[in-house]
């Protein structure tokens, strides 16, 4: 797997709890008139850092191109500075400040931030706590926000029935991670390679520790880390620098700076003397082989050698370990993570391998590879390649507003928010000599964890160096320039009807062109083709589906690799997905690649070469992955949902396979047959694409008809309707057995279309009911008050072709707890078709919807898949617009009319899958 990412973001992806998705954007900032108590202290590519007389530290980064507005505010406490017995305490807090303070209880809280559409999570890792909200940008929503976020930095309850309540919520989201092999593989490896710093126990905390803290410890812990000198405010997006720091000034201004002194950390983990290993032994279906390594400090001048060196041997096609290990058919999939953290942490390099191939020969491979490096020094070709992708996502976290963030509060955690540029900087200027160093001094075996114990004669011993003093490496670091702004454009249906420009190629195939000035010039892309009928494509359900995901793995004149290679020169992303005779292609690159990058594309989509190694390794990930769902109980329960009432023969495109049947058919496959089928359905004449972004309209059009308008199907078209089917109620229950975490999936089948009248309402009900995030009916009653499940809601689909949709509920749990969570999904669904919603249900939740699809239509990529979708439908922006009209006009008479027409508590059909056998005979805590 190819991960996209710098170390880091890297360094949360994994270790951090409630992952976020935050928003952010950047400008060169103008000057402002301070308030008193608020002084400017530096400026770096278009962030300026301020400093208030209690010891806040504030970033603003405005950018009046994005609609939407993010408040981040970091924390600098985690798991690293939790005592003896208080594991998972900096975690619990994270949960605890959402309960509200005496202004505003909690309630007040996520009712506030569902009503106001707002993106919005806590995210707890080794070094630092998270809190973010994206919301669409007006000076109501960030005063709110502002006024929030200073209350409950010191006036939070944290107070025993509402730890008592969330407690149960805590311990789901922990049986969460227990279902994933690799996490807790994980886990266990960094427990065996630290014996005394806290980087050996994960955020989640201890079991416990957590069951059992001390109410009064929490409240110590919280008085003693939510303070502003131990805090960075970060304001990004649309908003006015100057009004903005007078609220700051206003709300965290007032708050004193504390008189108690946060001594730093002083434990020092000892070189490791010896190979160690851990065995982790569970139920499940595939293998797993680990290796972990001692680094240094993110801030040292060794970790950004070990960044690239990562890269070199974890990326995928082109490390070491794919082509040593998945290439040759020894696993399924290899890669690398690196953990940047603010004291000497770790690296991974980890294999999945499925039941067939052998762990033993896998392990000696990784191990020869990653420890082989001095045997087998880097090439100058590996060092370019592996440094152009690193920096590539540097520049795409500057330009991505959902990225950017979560790198910032890592590089705060790490030691200063400046030091997210000079990791960047050092990345470029890292050499061969430094690479080959870092490999030889710490990728070593007495440096090593592993799946086993290995004895020595002689213990050796790697000094990991010191944490470095951050202050030298940021003094005076002035950056470069700061990125140009993009256009402030208004995501409104209206203007995004006026401008855009739909047309069509003389074979058919359709376009819709957004043109707009954006931020690192980027331009966003969404490409379908549609081909086959229910004829033709019958038997070939997994045929088509892995001849589009061999598309990037090789054609007439490009390898997998040099197809790489050539994207990150392009600095250009792509997915490819087919589904029947439907293929997907999501792109985003940069205004002057734009040529040759759909140059590329065509180049990919006309001229596959689909090679036989790369066949080979497809089929193998493909089983793998299909093996590892067989005892999964949300993919058990997902594909016993879908299977339920399915009225298409195998073999029908509509027909869903069950674990079995899909392994068959995967292993039935042979490679003339992709050929063959590329060759009889593929072309572009019933195919529609949509760009948004940086280009040149009157350029592209010429180039598009030239590279795609004679592209023709010679297969006929004709969609595969999808009717609606009933489906009689029922309940199926499957046992997963050593599953800590258990999975309701419940739906009632609707023949319910897009554009019906009672759409809108019903959508608002719905939104009620469970679609609100951590603010609905569902929420409420399982998380809120009974504290049952760390996640349940419920989505309403609605065919745009077909009357055919449904309502759906999920909730995830622990499985002695599976009648309780039943009950509840069954009360409230039974309370709100017999009481109804209210007016002020409906107003919130109208406003909810209405600011998230304001947010969703200003993200390019999302913006160009819904134009694509409108070329297929035949539709504009008028039929968003109108249906905003609807949602905003409802009432609450006419959802709960919406709600008892099409829903009824007794017709659904619920799957749960769990390990209860184990709950009943108490096995379970």
Not at 98 to 104: D, H, N, S
Not at 462 to 470: F, R, W
Not at 730 to 750: G, H, I, S, W, Y
Not at 816 to 832: F, H, I, P, S
């Amino acid at each position: 797997m190819r991960l996209k990412s710098t170390a880091l973001a890297l360094s949360l992806a994994l270790a951090s709890l409630c992952a976020p998705l935050p928003a952010w954007s950047e400008q060169t900032p103008v000057a402002v008139t301070l308030p008193a108590g608020i002084s400017r202290y530096t400026e770096v590519e278009g962030i300026t850092e301020y400093r208030l007389a209690n010891g806040l530290r504030v970033l603003l980064a405005p950018d009046a191109a994005k609609p939407t507005t993010t408040v981040n505010v970091t924390y600098l406490v985690g798991s690293r500075l939790e005592n003896y017995g208080e594991t998972g305490m900096a975690h619990l807090l994270e949960h605890l400040v959402f309960k509200g303070t005496p202004g505003l209880p909690g309630t007040s809280i996520v009712q506030e931030l569902g009503k106001r559409g707002m993106r919005y999570n806590g995210t707890t890792s080794f070094d630092r706590t998270n809190y973010f909200e994206t919301f669409a940008a007006s000076d109501d929503n960030l005063d709110w926000v502002l006024k929030m976020e200073a209350d409950r930095m010191v006036n939070s309850f944290i107070a025993r029935k509402d730890l008592d309540s969330e407690m149960t919520v805590v311990r789901n989201e922990m049986e969460m991670g227990e279902n994933d092999p690799a996490g807790v593989l994980m886990q266990r490896m960094v427990a065996t390679a630290f014996l005394w710093h806290n980087y050996g126990k994960f955020p989640i905390g201890a079991r416990s520790d957590v069951e059992n803290v001390r109410i009064e410890n929490l409240q110590a812990f919280y008085r003693k880390y939510y303070q502003p000198d131990n805090a960075v405010l970060v304001v990004a997006g649309r908003f006015d620098p100057a009004a903005t720091l007078r609220r700051i000034a206003g709300y965290f201004g007032a708050i004193a700076k504390p008189s108690r002194v946060l001594e730093p950390s002083y434990t020092v983990e000892p070189a490791q003397d010896g190979a160690r290993s851990v065995t982790l032994k569970r139920v499940g279906d595939m293998q797993l082989v680990g290796a972990m390594y001692h680094v240094p400090a993110a801030s040292h001048a060794d970790y950004p050698p070990f960044w690239v060196l990562a890269e070199i041997l974890g990326d995928t096609p082109n490390g070491r370990l794919h082509k040593a290990l998945v290439e040759k058919g020894k696993a399924a999939a290899a890669w690398s993570n690196g953990f940047a953290l603010k004291e000497p942490g770790y690296g991974l390099f980890f294999a999945k391998l499925n039941k067939q191939q052998s762990r033993d020969e896998a392990k000696q491979q990784l191990l020869d590879v990653v420890e082989g490096v001095g045997r087998r020094p880097i090439t100058e070709d590996e060092l370019k390649r592996a440094k152009t992708s690193l920096l590539n996502d540097f520049e795409d976290l500057q330009n991505d507003p959902s990225a950017l963030g979560v790198a910032l509060s890592s590089a705060i955690a790490v030691g200063d928010w400046r030091l997210f540029f000079v990791g960047r900087d050092r990345i470029a200027a890292v050499t061969l000599a430094d690479v080959q160093r870092v490999a030889e001094t710490y990728l070593r075996e007495p440096n090593r964890t592993l799946g086993e114990f290995i004895p020595t004669d002689k213990a050796e011993r790697v000094a990991i160096p010191p944490t470095p003093e951050v202050a030298p490496l940021v003094e005076g670091y002035q950056g470069r320039a700061a990125l140009a702004e993009g256009e402030a454009f208004d995501p409104t249906p209206a203007n995004i009807e006026q401008r855009t420009t739909r047309t069509a190629l003389a074979n058919g195939m359709k376009l819709a062109l957004l043109p707009k000035t954006t931020r690192g010039n980027t331009v966003n892309g969404s490409l379908v083709l549609r081909f086959g009928d229910e004829s033709s494509l019958k038997g070939r359900k997994s045929v088509a589906a892995m001849t589009a995901g061999m598309l990037r793995r090789g054609t007439s004149k490009l390898s997998r690799q040099q197809i790489a290679d050539r994207l990150d020169e392009l600095k250009a992303s792509m997915s490819i997905g087919g589904d029947g005779g439907v293929v997907s292609i999501n792109f985003e690159t940069r205004r002057n690649a734009l040529p040759a990058f759909l140059d590329l594309l065509r180049e990919i989509l006309r001229e596959p070469a689909f090679p036989q190694g790369e066949f080979e390794q497809f089929r193998t990930s493909w089983l793998t992955n299909v093996e590892g769902q067989r005892r999964e109980p949300g993919a058990v329960a997902q594909n016993a949902l879908a299977r339920y009432a399915n009225p298409y023969p195998q073999g029908d495109v509509r027909y869903v396979e069950s674990v079995d049947e899909s392994l068959a058919s995967i292993n039935a496959i042979k490679l003339d047959e992709l050929k063959a089928f590329h060759r009889q359905f593929y072309g572009a004449n019933n195919g529609e694409l949509a760009l948004v972004g940086d280009f040149d309209a009157a350029a592209v059009q010429p180039q598009l008809a030239r590279l795609f308008g004679g592209w023709n199907s010679p297969a006929s078209y004709a969609r595969v309707p999808g009717p609606f089917v009933p489906a009689e109620p029922t309940a199926m229950r499957f046992e997963t057995p050593d599953k800590a975490n258990a999975v309701l999936l419940a739906t009632q089948r609707l023949p319910l279309r897009d554009d019906d009248a009672d759409y809108p309402a019903l959508l608002i009900g719905e939104h009620v009911f469970g679609g609100g995030s951590l603010k609905s009916r569902l929420m409420d009653r399982l998380r809120q008050k009974e504290g049952l499940s760390y996640g349940a809601g419920s989505w309403l689909v609605a065919g745009s072709q077909d009357a055919n949709g449904g309502l759906g509920i999920q909730a995830i749990f622990a499985p002695q707890n599976l009648a309780r969570v039943q009950q509840g999904v069954q009360e409230e669904l039974t309370r709100l078709l017999k009481d109804g919603v209210t007016e002020q249900e409906v107003e919130e939740a109208k406003s909810g919807l209405l600011q998230a699809s304001r947010v969703a239509r200003a993200q390019d990529g999302t913006l160009a898949g819904g134009l694509a979708n409108q070329l297929y439908l035949k539709r504009t922006m008028a039929f968003s617009a109108e249906r905003e009209e609807k949602i905003k006009a409802a009432t609450a008479n006419e959802v709960n009319a919406a709600l008892r027409k099409y829903l009824d508590a007794g017709k659904l059909v619920q799957v749960v899958a769990g390990d209860f056998a184990a709950a009943g005979k108490g096995d379970r805590k």
